[in-house]
């Protein structure tokens, strides 16, 4: 949000994040030092909410020249491995933004077992066997203390050799863990004795079968941030209740830890903000990973998915999810953006960017009858009227032309400013044609329509300046080449399937993919592959898909010129 000062200098408002950060160096906190992290678990593909966090965590650290590493949060190998760690360092580096260092949870899994077996030789961590049921059984109410374990108070002697244990091949899954013993009357509930280890027999994709228990998320995300030195430790706000628990224990840590206290001077702050939450989608990796294992989409790069490969692949910029995401803002309260700001981002940013190109996706014939049959002629076509240095490239203009079925009325009515027999229309590029008429099947379908072009209306000719209220796109039968054309949808057909009772695959618009097979393009735009950004003139943004080839064409449908979903949900 721009404010404007007193003496009328823009100066843009700055978030919470950015305040708290910047109390924090004016007084004096780490040296002026800044350092953040992003925390990606590799379980999974990022969507534009991690797009958030990383906007935010890489932003504050370009901005108070400090730096951003990364972490890949590690510590259940159940779930995680390469793949995913791979394609979250593209995503990122596609996002724009570049990391210090690259570190892992695991990295510290030997430190962290020792800081574990310092609590529990301090009385502070025991061995519980009970079952997780139970456990969550004692847990008590935010308004009801829990109960004791009755593992509590076992030796210290029995608790070390059977963490030992836990840490063997042998070891059971479920059948222990280690308890923080802490205090299980606390208000917060993260305090009644929390779950800090447990059991896993899954290979590490970093460690293989070093480990056979790891450190919970409350017991490795502190502790890793500061043996980092973060000095601001930003997340979302389902965090704020763990907030505490982090600072409880990078306080025991640096008990433990004698000379902490000299290299850090303070710990680590956690800052929470709010998620990012989409209409018409869901950002939850567990469903993500339902709709990809039952082949519900494509894959995670399906471009109906929320994932920044998804957005990438269906077109989207990404300075447009950039944009999108600093027009939302950061705030303490969570909410449900509307799908439609991100899209009206994606074609503020891709008008700018796109190659105009012409492409008929419902095909009828147009015979121009006064054109000489072999002629061909190669008209200009300015790549992008937005940007005053734009290059150009040519279209092949000639007798037979393909033109959108919805670009000709036989019985138009006064307002009907495309084709229509007896009124002009100007083909984009060319000339200016009258319609003489067209030929039907035995069904009435319109199978040729049939008009004169006017030689001295080529665009820059004098003829070519008389008032004529249609520009229609066209392309030359002989000179382009048959497309497919992927167009897109809402994913779900509710506006926020999160909230709803029903399964969410029950929620899945039927109609979010429509297939296009008879559609035509310019040799041009034939020619663009994947990552260059194109505008199907009165169309919309398109990209060439990863499917694409020489042989078979495809687009995707990036987003429509105008907000049709606007109109549609007002119709509902
Ligand atoms: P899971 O569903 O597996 O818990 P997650 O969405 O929390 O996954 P992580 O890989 O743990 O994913 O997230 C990395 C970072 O991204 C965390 O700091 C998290 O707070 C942030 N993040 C995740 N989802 C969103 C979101 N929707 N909006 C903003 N930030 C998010
Ligand atoms: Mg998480």
Redesign the pocket.
């Known amino acids: 949000m721009a404010i404007k000062t007193e003496n009328n200098d823009e100066k843009k408002s700055i978030s919470f994040v950015e305040q708290l950060v910047e109390d924090d160096l004016a007084a004096g906190k780490n040296g002026g030092r800044i350092q953040t992290r992003?925390?990606?678990?590799?379980?999974?593909y990022?969507?534009?909410?991690?797009?958030?966090?990383?906007c935010?965590?890489f932003g504050i650290a370009e901005k108070y020249r400090g730096v951003c590493n990364l972490r890949f949060?590690d510590t259940n190998p159940s779930?995680e491995n390469n793949e995913y760690v791979e394609n979250?360092l593209s995503d990122i580096r596609w996002l724009g933004f570049q990391w210090g260092e690259i570190f892992y949870a695991s990295d510290y899994f030997e430190k962290l077992w020792d800081f574990a077996i310092w609590l529990i030789k301090k009385g502070l961590a025991y061995v519980d066997e009970q079952s997780s049921e139970a456990i969550a059984q004692q847990k008590g109410t935010p308004t009801t203390p829990g109960t004791e374990s009755p593992y509590r108070n076992r030796p210290i002697e029995e608790n070390l050799a059977l963490f030992h244990q836990m840490n063997t091949p042998e070891a059971v899954e479920g059948s222990m863990v280690l308890r923080a013993k802490l205090d299980m009357a606390n208000d917060n509930m993260h305090f009644r004795d929390p779950i800090i280890y447990r059991i896993i027999q899954t290979p590490h994709h970093r460690t293989g079968t070093k480990w056979h228990c790891y450190p919970m998320?409350d017991f490795a995300h502190g502790q890793s941030d500061y043996f980092e030195g973060v000095t601001h430790s930003?997340?979302?706000l389902?965090?704020v209740p763990h907030r505490p628990l982090y600072d409880k224990l990078v306080d025991f840590l640096k008990e433990m830890d004698g000379t902490a206290d000299k290299l850090h001077d303070n710990r680590p702050r956690q800052i929470e903000?709010?998620?990012?939450?989409l209409t018409y989608t869901v950002?939850?990796?567990?469903k993500l990973h339902t709709l990809v294992d039952e082949h519900l989409v494509s894959g995670w790069d399906d471009p109906r998915m929320p994932t920044l490969t998804g957005m990438r692949r269906r077109g989207y910029s990404p300075e447009s999810i950039r944009m999108f995401i600093n027009s939302i803002g950061y705030t303490k309260f969570d909410a449900l953006n509307d799908m439609a700001l991100l899209e009206a981002s994606v074609r503020e940013d891709l008008n700018k960017k796109a190659i105009r190109v012409s492409a008929v996706l419902d095909p009828v014939k147009l015979v121009i009858t006064n054109y000489p049959d072999s002629q061909t002629e190669e008209m200009e076509a300015i790549d992008n009227p937005e940007d005053e240095h734009s290059k150009s490239h040519t279209i092949t203009f000639a007798k037979e032309l393909w033109i959108e079925r919805a670009d000709f009325m036989e019985d138009a009515p006064k307002k009907f400013f495309r084709m229509t027999p007896g009124k002009e229309v100007r083909l984009k590029n060319a000339y200016i044609v009258k319609c003489t008429g067209c030929t039907k099947d035995a069904d009435g379908n319109i199978t040729e329509i049939r008009a004169e072009y006017d030689p001295n209306s080529k665009s820059g000719m004098e003829g070519a300046n008389r008032k004529v209220k249609g520009t229609l796109h066209w392309v030359a039968v002989n000179h382009c080449q048959p497309a497919e054309v992927r167009e897109y949808d809402r994913l779900f057909s509710v506006e926020n399937p999160s909230a709803d009772e029903r399964d969410f695959r029950e929620l899945l618009n039927p109609e979010s993919l429509t297939v296009r097979t008879n559609c035509y393009v310019e040799n041009y735009a034939a020619a663009r592959k994947p990552g260059e950004y194109l505008q199907f003139q009165r169309t919309g943004y398109f990209m060439a898909d990863l499917d694409t080839t020489p042989e078979h064409l495809v687009f995707n449908k990036t987003v429509g010129l105008k907000d049709t979903w606007a109109k549609q949900s007002s119709k509902n």
């Open positions: 992003f925390p990606p678990e590799p379980n999974g990022l969507h534009i909410g991690h797009a958030k966090a990383i935010m965590d949060d779930k979250i998320y930003i997340c979302t389902e965090f903000f709010n998620r990012l939450n950002m939850s990796k567990r």
